[in-house]
């Protein structure tokens, strides 16, 4: 992609009342644009890192037998009656509306109850068990506040799988190989070793819900971490009853501040109970699923990666989730042809490009290429073509390395 | 994918006062699931479909310049109000609510507004024009009625895309470009035959906009075909004005049944001068920006596949959009392992194969792939392999055919 061609641009205009650093660092950099507190828009480079951060994602739960469908926002207050969740005073998030002949309808902030309503349509036998299913969904949820950026929206993209099992050992097998595939997603999105799973409440069969929490300034929680055990506990659920069960001391305990990225809930029959959601089994009985719910923040998560991974200067992007991988910056009158022919060469091999081919001083492309983000920054200028080297230089540490056409296509793979 | 693994399963469940063909077949054959009328779960089958639509159309936009991005379905009251088109008397389709604060709040219908609101924030200077973005978006419309399946729903998606050009010759080249790249994924799609250009009434700055309308029995609009010009005209701009400016008599007009399933704007600078959308130009003086909106029923499409090809057996899907290309049925106790041998080496060719390794009898493996409607299955059964030999049969004209090993693999790419 050229620069001269790519919308948006970066720019210095921050919308007013807008607090949170990744939001102002996302706008200045041109990756989204407000619409109103907690409504973004995801421009296209914003909708590039999005979609890797989905794809990683969608290839963890596809490891796991997931298998993608898509919901919808517009939900009955029936689904809801049931569990009583469509009650304001029960749920203070929704969004709701009328059709035309006066029937309530509601803006999907969840999807348990519906995903429930659907799953028992299709899931009779005990022969159309196990099932998993995910979703990559627009939830909206009417927060009384919003001034975290993306990191807690109005409307905002989650993914969310549920469950379904025949019995307590394939379900708690299946509970297990969610944690590892969503360790694996942390840690592809480079948020691997500052991500704890954390005991917390909402457990509605078992003692605890698990919560996956990312060290973060920004971060709304605060979970206590116990290093050496390796044992992370949301305070709402630090009381010396649950210490003594997981054998913990209190002062061994570290608070830190951090954000939700992940949730996952081990309902157990809990939820089936509740929803008479249940299966004939194998001996002509009747029999209530094993259910587990298991959410991912992507438009969250995108927030906390820019959190955490920045600096004065701009952003600075984990590789697997940049927009592009190289930064191509061209630099005088003669380096045209040279950066014209190198953006085409790299991007012929698969290497993702943003070539910044304006006509604007090297000042701003250095800053733009900065204040974007992305890994490697390539300069072709006129100087350097004089000794056939191009500088290659890394965002993170800012090392710089001048190197020959070859050694560039090495290092670039 | 294994049958016997995939979610969801076919049905003859048919949720009542569904009267809609496309939604009766989807839902029958476990592409798509009712919340309520005019709203659809797409599971996995669905999904593939879907994006597989998307992914067509996604190609011949970009080819055409666009940049993918995406809005926001939450709407604020003064983006819409400068149209006058928050009103409810002006937009009688729109689902609205209202933040804690009692700040009323929309659900998109439409982009229009939205996007020139955003575009406004970016597009300053001559040099920052031409640009073209689209989105694949959900889109609510408070329907009075729903009843024609997926073809008019209350939430849908929709792929919409805006230009802005400096000038009318670039304006109308693009405009021109949009439509041959229209053709062409209406081409891709399979319907390109059946799909007309059609002049059309709500052309703000043109004479007329225009339609894309299919040939479909169960469309909502009737299009006036003259097949020797290869014109089309919508109803509602049909008088003898118009048919004297397009050098038509109306007795040469044969009245069709259509759906829409695409429809564009020349806007011209009408729009721009409505809302105030201007850049400065070369010579620094203020210019209105040249506006475009082109539009793509992603589920309407999807509809009105499954309304035009399917017969009294299911669906037949065009291959481009098929979710798998190969149903594989296998028959018989020793066809077991040479089924999962043929699968295992199909899948790793690169080939979708959808294999029913159901233990059920072989009329309802058969009932079912003809309902689900892949463009090829291929039987593998004790009797034919005593022959070396695979049944493979055409959805589209039942051809059956029985092929050696390599003759199989050969017809299958």
Redesign the interface.
């Known amino acids: 992609m050229r620069v001269s ?5 970066t ?1 210095k ?1 921050i919308p007013a009342g807008e607090v949170a650093k990744n939001a102002q660092l996302l706008i200045r950099a ?1 990756f989204i ?1 407000k ?2 507190s907690g ?6 480079l ?2 590039r890192v ?1 979609e890797k951060i989905k794809q990683i994602v969608r290839e963890e739960m596809n490891m796991v ?1 997931g ?10 207050k029936e689904t809801w009656a049931i569990t009583k969740r469509w009650d304001d005073d029960v749920v203070d998030m929704w ?3 009328r ?2 002949d006066s029937t309530e ?1 509601g ?1 999907a902030w969840s999807h348990e109850e ?1 995903i429930i309503e ?1 799953l028992k ?2 899931l009779e036998s005990y022969k ?1 068990l196990p ?1 998993s ?1 995910y979703q990559f969904q ?1 939830k ?1 949820r ?3 506040r919003s001034k975290s950026g993306i990191m807690r929206g ?2 905002f993209i989650m993914k969310d799988m549920y469950s379904c099992s025949l019995d307590k050992e394939h379900h708690d097998k299946l509970y297990d190989n969610v944690i590892e595939a969503y360790n694996r997603v942390f840690d592809r999105l480079g948020i691997g070793d500052d991500t704890y799973i954390t005991f917390a409440a909402g457990g509605a069969f078992t003692q605890f819900s698990h919560e996956f929490q990312t060290i973060c300034d920004a971060g709304e929680d605060t979970i206590y971490l116990h290093r050496a055990k390796n044992i992370a506990i949301n305070g709402e659920v630090m009381d010396d009853e649950n210490l003594a069960k997981l054998g913990i001391n209190r002062d061994e305990l570290e608070p830190v501040k951090t954000a939700e990225v992940g949730n996952i809930f081990n309902f157990g029959t809990k939820k089936s109970e509740d929803t008479d959601f249940s299966f004939t089994n194998i001996d002509g009985k009747k029999q209530y699923v094993y259910f587990g719910s298991y959410g991912i923040g992507i438009t969250r998560v995108m927030g906390v990666i820019v959190e955490k991974f920045s600096d004065e200067k701009g952003i600075i992007w984990p590789e697997s989730i940049a927009p592009f991988k190289v930064y191509l910056v061209r630099i005088g009158e003669n380096a045209a042809t040279k950066a014209d022919e190198l953006y085409k060469e790299l991007t012929s091999r698969g290497i993702e490009v943003l070539y910044d081919d304006r006509d604007v001083h090297a000042g701003q492309k250095f800053a733009d290429s900065e204040l974007i983000g992305l890994p490697v920054r390539v300069t072709v200028s006129d100087r350097l073509l004089e000794q056939n080297q191009y500088e290659v230089t890394d965002r993170k540490n800012g090392a710089k390395n001048l190197l020959t056409h070859e050694q560039l296509l090495d290092k670039l793979g």
Chains 1, 2 share one sequence.
């Not at 409504?39 to 296209?44: E, G, K």
């Not at 298998?67 to 009955?76: A, D, N, R, W």
């Open positions: 061609e790519l919308f948006t641009k720019s205009n041109g644009s619409v109103m409504v973004y828009i995801y421009t296209p914003g909708l999005l037998g298998q993608e469908l898509i919901m919808s926002s517009l939900q009955k969004f709701k509306s059709l035309k309808v803006f519906a659907m349509q299709y159309d099932i299913v627009t909206f009417n927060e009384l109005r409307e």
